[in-house]
């Protein structure tokens, strides 16, 4: 089955500054890539996400890139803001399976 | 619209005993997951119904976990009995068919269950 890293565990970033958070995948087959963000108590909710066709996406302060060929996948989030603070999660998607990473915990510090 | 529902949100159960979460999908969602969550991790799938039918369970520990999903709307899924490691979140998404296979995953809050 598939596999899913995802670097850092934790992440402490100023406001305002930018961050970013690594994936990497097994199953070159996977084809569809969301990012989701859960706040505590709550389920997670997606943010963005990406196809295997496209290299990268971008939603106001919020952009995903691909590499296919070297199987990763990250997250970039700028000009960050205390609310952006909550644990970020990513996924790859195999033949309709969801496989999750093991969730990054971002905290922006005011 | 009205996202995906779940109940209980919290459950304390002494273990050996049964314990059931209850799951209602987004109106039209015809496919429907349950995921367990444990403390720091990423959620894990335990089955995917399409409709009323189980098409991937090979993730349900079928011993003690059952799961249904009558006339392909609610969903329950049951523990029993309960173990300690059983202590986890317990999150139900809802996702539409789309054409190229891409369905985005809408969560419930999830039930948090402690098993004592």
């Known amino acids: 089955g598939e596999n899913v890293e995802q670097h850092p565990s934790t992440l402490s970033v100023q406001e305002g500054d930018s961050a970013v958070i690594k994936c990497t995948y097994s199953?070159?087959?996977?084809?569809?890539f969301p990012w989701y963000k859960q706040e505590l108590g709550k389920g997670p909710q997606l943010i963005i996400d990406?196809?295997?066709?496209?290299g990268e996406k971008k939603d106001q302060r919020i952009a995903v890139t691909l590499n296919k060929t070297a199987k990763h996948f990250s997250l970039h989030i700028t000009e960050t803001q205390p609310e952006d603070s909550a644990v970020y999660f990513c996924?790859?998607?195999?033949?309709?399976?969801?496989?999750f990473g093991t969730g990054t915990s971002l905290t922006v510090i005011p | 619209e009205a996202g995906v529902v779940q109940s209980p949100r919290y459950k304390i159960i002494e273990k050996k005993q049964p314990v059931a979460f209850w799951c209602n999908p987004i109106?039209?969602?015809?496919?429907l997951y349950w995921y367990r969550q444990n403390l720091g991790q990423g959620p894990e799938l335990l089955i995917r119904?399409?409709?009323?039918?189980?098409?991937?369970d090979s993730q349900l520990p079928k011993d003690r976990f059952s799961a249904e999903r009558l006339k392909g709307v609610d969903s329950t899924l049951k523990i029993q009995p309960a173990e300690l490691g059983d202590s986890a979140v317990y999150l139900c998404?809802?996702?539409?068919?789309?054409?190229?296979?891409?369905?985005?995953?809408?969560f419930g809050p999830g039930t948090r269950l402690t098993v004592l």
């Open positions: 996924a790859a998607i195999t033949r309709n399976q969801f496989y």
């Open positions: 998404a809802s996702s539409q068919v789309s054409v190229g296979g891409y369905n985005e995953q809408f």
């Open positions: 119904y399409e409709n009323e039918e189980a098409v991937d």
């Open positions: 199953d070159s087959a996977s084809n569809y």
């Open positions: 109106s039209g969602h015809n496919t």
């Open positions: 990406i196809r295997s066709n496209v």
